[in-house]
């Protein structure tokens, strides 16, 4: 966007002389009430120290500055001299000039067409009026070395007002108290939900017209029959109630990561011994001692709370490697902790509507936790509290912020939209899935009790606490390929930059922000 505009403006200043090679980008962030009306000015500073005179940031016949805009500005030669040189600093302010004068910047690009140079000022925050901001470029330098130290302290402590701490179900992470506008969804993104929604709502009164409206499915056929449109048939129709796909769950697609190696016989699980060397040529030990047994037990959620009385197991279940080591086959399933004659182990052999049940109730803890666990409390909810303590405490300037602020976009506004619209009382939560909120928020409550951040968080670690590191032992094993391939990308970018703003062991003990971000993190926030 800003090389097209550069063009356009270049075959204009072909023989206009007044001009210099200088032009300043403007983006104006994408969040509500982020336009202004009012008068924006710039100084530029280069490398030598000169500084340019005030540039008033405003075109022609033109509404700049609004909300999601880009603006470029072409500079004069009287604004900026020939010698010039490397640019390294800028200054921008504005008035309170119009109804709507509050200016929330995101980022000025200074970019000279001649060198073909860029210069990113990453401001990414509301520009006071009659306040002085001075970045320097990319905005990034730790507190001790700021030169506007009071500026980014009273940034802060705005934050600290904007940003408040709620527990709204004990033991669960901390979230925001009240969504700050800042965090919003843009028009954009709100816009594209907006007609998903639409076209899925049109879509799924067709198909009820089409098929029937019903509170159960009646039949195989009635269920595949919701199917079209913009809900294609799932790839995994076919293969559905096919072992080898069953097995292939615990390896790849939604819930990847409780899958583990099997290093002695579960003490709770009485299988037969017959049964085991008839699946696998061999006793169960021996299978062991081969490491061709896994396992996944759900524990975790015994004695579950659920709504309307509803039941979910908590199953115990083993899983072997073929005699090529190529396919994960389902071995057996205990779905309740405690044996007995009223809990039997269920195993391929069975009649295989039994054998069906016995997967269908297991994959449906399975998904209890994975929608749990995994996905809301370990992701979303755990992050939340993650992004408000860093608005809290580290400014935007901060090297740190900059590294998380990405993850942290639209993060609030879905959770707090997903709390409202899906589980809440008589929400989707309870309408459609067995634990309801309750079982929910207890099994989320559970989680968080038994997560680390130095093992769930840290894939190479947490799945060699599982025991599968190794391509030998779980020779297919998507989610440990990529996951462990994305981490260590990931790890290789942020300890780069780690190390370039931390060389030295005093930066990080003299970095106040850091510091107290660090202590907020882990300190208990109760129930308030």
Excluded at 4 to 33: A, C, E, M, Q, Y
Excluded at 329 to 343: D, H, R, V, Y
Excluded at 368 to 374: A, L, N
Excluded at 421 to 439: E, F, S, Y
Aim: charged share 25%; proline share 5%.
């Amino acid at each position: 966007m800003i090389g097209t505009l550069t063009r356009i403006k270049r075959f204009f200043w072909r023989d206009i002389n007044v001009t210099s090679p200088w032009v300043v980008h403007v983006k104006t962030g994408d969040r509500k009430g982020a336009g202004t009306d009012a008068t924006v000015w710039v100084r530029l500073r280069d490398e030598s120290g000169q500084w340019t005179d005030e540039i008033k940031l405003s075109s022609f016949w033109h509404n700049d500055h609004e909300r999601g805009q880009l603006d470029s500005f072409p500079l004069l030669t009287a604004h900026i001299g020939v010698k010039f040189g490397e640019l390294d600093k800028l200054e921008i302010w504005r008035d309170a000039f119009g109804i709507g004068d509050s200016w929330f910047l995101d980022v000025i690009t200074v970019e000279n067409i001649v060198t073909r140079k860029m210069y990113h000022f990453p401001a990414q925050r509301w520009i006071r009026a009659d306040t002085h901001y001075v970045f320097n470029h990319y905005d990034t330098c730790l507190p001790q070395f700021d030169q506007h130290r009071e500026q980014r302290q009273q940034e802060l402590e705005e934050k600290k007002r904007m940003y408040e701490y709620v527990v709204h179900h004990p033991g669960l992470p901390a979230q925001v108290r009240k969504l700050p506008e800042d965090e919003c969804f843009s028009d954009s993104y709100k816009w594209d939900i907006i007609t998903h929604k639409v076209q899925f709502i049109k879509d799924r009164k067709f198909i009820s017209l089409t098929t029937g409206s019903r509170d159960h499915w009646e039949s195989w056929e009635s269920l595949t029959s919701v199917y079209k449109y913009n809900m294609p048939v799932p790839q995994s129709k076919k293969d559905w109630n096919n072992d080898i796909w069953f097995g292939m769950q615990r390896l790849q697609g939604c819930n990847p990561v409780l899958i583990r190696l099997c290093t002695k016989q579960p003490a709770n699980l009485r299988v037969d011994a017959d049964t085991m060397v008839r699946f696998l040529g061999q006793s169960l030990q021996d299978a062991i001692d081969a490491k061709r047994i896994f396992m996944v037990d759900l524990k975790i959620l015994e004695n579950l709370p659920c709504a309307e009385n509803r039941r979910v197991c908590a199953p115990i279940a083993l899983f072997y490697l073929d005699k090529n080591r190529r396919d994960l086959l389902p071995l057996c399933i205990q779905l309740f902790q405690q044996p007995g004659k009223s809990n039997p182990v269920f195993y391929p052999s069975d009649n295989p509507y039994t054998w069906l049940l016995a997967k269908m109730w297991y994959n449906n803890a399975d998904a209890s936790y994975h929608q749990s666990c995994t996905h809301l409390g370990f992701t979303h909810l755990m992050m939340e509290g993650v992004a408000v303590c860093t608005h809290r405490n580290l400014s935007p300037s901060h090297p740190i912020f900059k590294l998380l602020a990405p993850h942290f976009l639209f993060l609030l506004a879905i959770n707090t939209r997903g709390l409202a619209k899906l589980i809440n009382p008589g929400g989707w939560v309870d309408r459609t899935t067995a634990i309801g909120c309750v079982g929910m928020f207890e099994l989320i409550k559970r989680g968080c009790h038994v997560w680390r951040l130095d093992t769930h968080a840290v894939p190479p670690v947490e799945i060699a606490e599982r025991g599968l590191t190794s391509p030998e032992i779980l020779p297919n094993y998507p989610y440990r390929d990529d996951a462990i391939a994305v981490y260590k990308a990931i790890e290789a970018y942020v300890t780069s930059m780690v190390e370039y703003f931390y060389d030295l062991p005093e930066k990080i003990a003299e970095d106040e922000e850091l510091q107290t971000w660090l202590k907020e993190l882990v300190r208990s926030k109760g129930s308030n």
